[in-house]
C-alpha cells in the first residue's frame, strides 16, 4: 500500500495481536460456538459526518488500523472507535463491497467520487484487500479511455496551450489508437 | 583512422516510425502544478497508474504538464515494473526474409502457452510487430529495455543505442569504442544494487596477440571503462556472440586455457561487483557449438555433438555444477533439415518436456516432446524467427537518465 511503511516491530505488535485473539478463542474450548459468537460480535465506529454505526467484527478485522487498536485494549462491545475521514455513505459502500466478496459486478456500479473516495479511505483504514481491488478498478475504468475523460475523472486542470498538447498528441498519435467512447 | 561514424554513414540509424522520440521529448515548462490531480495524493496515484498499461499511460502524458513527466516518476515506474504482467515474456523478431530485401525486422511477443499449443502462432500476429530500429542489431533485453548495437561499416568502431518499445522512446547514441575486425561479444543486464544499466563487451584490442578486452558502458554515461582482468583466469576465446543476462549476471561460452587444459566454460560477470567467474560446462560438453540461454528462469546450454545430435542442458541451481540438468539429447536423424544447420531454442515448456527450436535456413520450427518422445517440424515459410529474450516485460523504464 501507499507509503506504508510497517516497520517490523508493528508486524510483530500485530502478530502478538493475532495470537491473543486466538488464544481467547481457544479458552472458550468449542470452535465452532467461538466462531458463532465472534461472528456476531460488531464495533462501533463514528463516520465523519457524525453517525454511530455497529459494523461486524469480521469485516473491521480487514481495517488494519483499528485492529490494532482493538486487540490493544482487549476491547468489548463498549469500544467505540472514530473514524474521522470515512463518511457513513462511503462506509456503507465499503461494507457492501467487503460483504459481497469483492465482486467486479459490484464496483461496476460505483460513481467515480465513489470509487475515489472509496480507495482514500481503504488507504487510512488499512484496507490491503479493498485498497487492491478498488485501484485496479479505478485502472480498469481509465484505461481504455481518453485524455479528457482522465482529466474530468480525477478534477485535473489542462494547462497545455492548444500547441503543445497538439505537438505532444502527434509524438504520441500510436498511443492514441484504439481508445473506447467516453 | 577511424572517420567520424555520422559523416560516412550519412543516418542517424533511426528507420521509420521506430523511435519518434528522442532523449528529452516532452512540453515546455510553465507554471506547474505540484501534484496529479486535486483530490487524490499522488502516492495513490502512483498507485492506481502502476496497473495501467504502457500504452495508456503514454496518453495520458497529455493530460496535463505535470502528468507529462509523473508518467515517468521513479516510484511509478518502479511500482510499474513490479505490477506488470509478465503474461508475454517470449520477445522475438520477425523479418521478412528475402534474398535481395534489406532486412526490416519486427518485435513480436508471445506467451509459452500459446507457442506451445499452436507453434504456428508465431507468425500470425503481424499487426502487432513493432519495427526495430534498421541497421542495428539487439545486444539484449531487460526489464522491458532493447539494447541496440551498432558496428561501423569500417568494422573499427562500435556504438550502443537503448530502446523502450512499449513507450517508443530511445537514447541517443553511445559514445563509440574501437574494436578490431569488427569484433565484439556483447551482453546487456541490469545492476540492481545501483539501478543501472550496463551493456559490457569483450572486444579484440589487438588482432596479432589475440588479446581480449573486456569494456562497460552504463546507460547514460558518456564513455566505455576497462575492466580489469588477470591472464591466468580470462578466456582466450569468447564462442558466444551475445551473451545472457540472469541472476544479475552476463553468461558467455568461452574457452578457458589452452593446448590440452583447453575447455568452454561459462564466463559469468556479476555486474554489481564488476568481476568474473568461469563456471564449468556440464562434462561431456566438448568441441562442437555451444550456446547459453535462459529457460525457465535458469541458465540453458544449447550443444551441438559433431552435427550428429543436440542436446539441451538446464542448471537448475544457478552456479552449482551438480545442477546441470540433461533435459533432451535429439539425434539429427529425427530432424527434417541438414547437417550443416543449427537449430536455437525459442520457447521451453514449464515441466522442461517440450522444447521449441528455431532452425533458421530452412524456416522451420520443430517441436520436441520429451515425455512422449515425439518431434513435429512446423513450417514458417518466408519468415525469419530470432528469440530476443524470455522475461520481456511492457515498462515504463526510461532509456536514457532521468535528469
Same mark, same amino acid.
Given at each position: 500500500m501507499a507509503e506504508r511503511g510497517e516497520s517490523s516491530e508493528a508486524v510483530m505488535l500485530k502478530k502478538t495481536e493475532e495470537e491473543k485473539l486466538r488464544k481467547g478463542k481457544m479458552i472458550v474450548g468449542d470452535e465452532s460456538k467461538a466462531g458463532y459468537e465472534e461472528e456476531g460480535k460488531k464495533v462501533k465506529l463514528v463516520t465523519s459526518d457524525g453517525v454511530t454505526m455497529e459494523v461486524e467484527i469480521s469485516i473491521v478485522k480487514e481495517m488494519e488500523i483499528i485492529q490494532t487498536f482493538i486487540g490493544a485494549t !482487549?476491547?468489548?462491545?463498549?469500544f467505540i472507535f472514530p473514524?474521522? =475521514?470515512?463518511s457513513s455513505h462511503i462506509l456503507n459502500q465499503i461494507i457492501e463491497l467487503v460483504k459481497g466478496e469483492y465482486d467486479q459486478e459490484l464496483a461496476k456500479k460505483l460513481s467515480h467520487d465513489e470509487l475515489k473516495e472509496i480507495l482514500v479511505a481503504a488507504n487510512y483504514l488499512n484496507m490491503k484487500t479493498l485498497f487492491h481491488f478498488i485501484a485496479t478498478a479505478i485502472a480498469n475504468v481509465i484505461q481504455n479511455k481518453s485524455v479528457e475523460f482522465v482529466r474530468d475523472f480525477f478534477g485535473i486542470?489542462?494547462? %497545455?496551450t492548444e500547441e503543445e498538447e497538439a505537438e505532444l498528441r502527434k509524438t504520441n498519435?500510436?498511443? @492514441? +489508437?484504439?481508445v473506447d467512447e467516453d | 583512422m577511424a572517420s567520424p561514424k555520422r559523416e560516412t554513414d550519412g543516418n542517424d540509424g533511426v528507420s521509420d516510425g521506430a523511435g519518434a522520440e528522442v532523449a528529452h521529448g516532452g512540453a515546455a515548462t510553465g507554471?506547474?502544478?505540484?501534484?496529479?490531480?486535486s483530490t487524490m495524493p499522488d502516492d495513490l496515484m502512483i498507485e492506481i497508474l502502476s496497473r495501467v498499461p504502457v500504452k495508456a499511460l503514454m496518453r495520458f502524458r497529455c493530460v496535463s504538464k505535470y502528468w507529462n513527466s509523473f508518467v515517468f516518476d521513479p516510484n511509478l515506474v518502479k511500482l510499474h515494473l513490479q505490477r506488470?504482467?509478465? !503474461?508475454?515474456?517470449i520477445l522475438y523478431t520477425l523479418s521478412d526474409y528475402g534474398e535481395y530485401d534489406d532486412d526490416a525486422h519486427y518485435l513480436h511477443c508471445s506467451s509459452t502457452q500459446s507457442l506451445l499449443e499452436?507453434? =504456428?502462432?508465431? &507468425?500470425?500476429? !503481424? *499487426?502487432d510487430g513493432v519495427p526495430v530500429f534498421a541497421n542495428y542489431d539487439i545486444v539484449g533485453v531487460c526489464n522491458g529495455l532493447v539494447c541496440l548495437s551498432r558496428i561501423h561499416t569500417n568494422l573499427d568502431e562500435i556504438w550502443v543505442r537503448f530502446w523502450n518499445p512499449a513507450t517508443r522512446l530511445s537514447s541517443e547514441e553511445s559514445p563509440s569504442c574501437y574494436i578490431e575486425c569488427g569484433c565484439a561479444n556483447m551482453a546487456f543486464g541490469h545492476d540492481a544494487s545501483t539501478d543501472t544499466y550496463k551493456v559490457v563487451a569483450a572486444v579484440l584490442s589487438d588482432a596479432k596477440t589475440h588479446k581480449i578486452e573486456l569494456i562497460v558502458h552504463n546507460l547514460g554515461d558518456d564513455c566505455w571503462r576497462e575492466i580489469r582482468t588477470t591472464d591466468?583466469? @580470462?578466456?582466450? +576465446? %569468447?564462442?558466444?556472440t551475445k551473451g545472457v543476462f540472469l541472476n544479475g549476471t552476463l553468461n558467455w561460452v568461452t574457452v578457458l586455457g589452452t593446448g590440452n587444459s583447453r575447455s568452454l566454460v561459462d564466463f559469468c560477470f556479476d555486474l554489481a561487483s564488476e568481476t568474473y567467474t568461469c563456471f564449468q560446462l556440464p =562434462? !561431456? &560438453?566438448?568441441?562442437g557449438f555451444s550456446e547459453l540461454g535462459a529457460f525457465g528462469g535458469c541458465l540453458c546450454l544449447s550443444h551441438i555433438y559433431h552435427r550428429e545430435s543436440f542436446a539441451f542442458w538446464q542448471m537448475? +541451481? @544457478?552456479? &552449482? $555444477?551438480?545442477?546441470?540438468?540433461?533435459?533432451m539429447n535429439i539425434s539429427? =536423424?529425427? @530432424?527434417? %533439415?541438414?547437417? $550443416?544447420l543449427i537449430p536455437r531454442p525459442l520457447c521451453l515448456s514449464e515441466d522442461g518436456n517440450i522444447l521449441i527450436l528455431v532452425c533458421h535456413a530452412e524456416y522451420q520450427l520443430v517441436w520436441c516432446n520429451r515425455r512422449h518422445c515425439q518431434i513435429e517440424h512446423f513450417e514458417i515459410p518466408h519468415k525469419w524467427v530470432s528469440l530476443k529474450?524470455? *522475461? $520481456?516485460v511492457q515498462s515504463l523504464v526510461l532509456p536514457y537518465p532521468t535528469t
Open positions: !482487549d476491547t468489548d462491545d463498549s473514524i474521522s =475521514n470515512v486542470v489542462n494547462d %497545455f498519435a500510436w498511443a @492514441f +489508437e484504439g | 507554471i506547474a502544478a505540484t501534484s496529479a490531480s506488470s504482467p509478465r !503474461d508475454k515474456p499452436n507453434p =504456428n502462432s508465431v &507468425v500470425g500476429i !503481424d *499487426d591466468a583466469d @580470462f578466456p582466450s +576465446e %569468447f564462442r558466444q =562434462n !561431456d &560438453v566438448g568441441e537448475k +541451481e @544457478f552456479g &552449482v $555444477y551438480q545442477s546441470w540438468t540433461m533435459l539429427y =536423424n529425427y @530432424f527434417e %533439415f541438414p547437417r $550443416y529474450s524470455t *522475461d $520481456y
